[in-house]
């Protein structure tokens, strides 16, 4: 039980760890900078792609909202 413990804490450490590092290349190296820019850019780009589909549904709703409002 202690040995999965210790194994445990020593795989969240190197996690952290390693979290960190990377971290510190994409703010202080110039390779890094560029790679978190085309992450940000590859990011909103599909976050505007999944808008669509939301956007196409409240459109067909207000569309049918509009023609009962006719109606009633």
Not at 3 to 11: E, S, Y
Not at 37 to 66: H, N, Q, R, S
């Amino acid at each position: 039980m202690t040995v999965a413990v210790l194994w445990i804490i020593l795989k969240v450490l190197s996690a952290i760890g390693v979290s960190v590092g990377v971290i510190c290349w994409m703010m202080f190296t110039k390779d890094g900078r560029t790679f978190s820019a085309w992450a940000i850019g590859i990011g909103a780009a599909i976050g505007f792609a999944a808008l669509i589909p939301v956007l196409m549904g409240a459109a067909f709703l207000w569309f049918l909202y509009y023609i009962l409002a006719m109606f009633l």
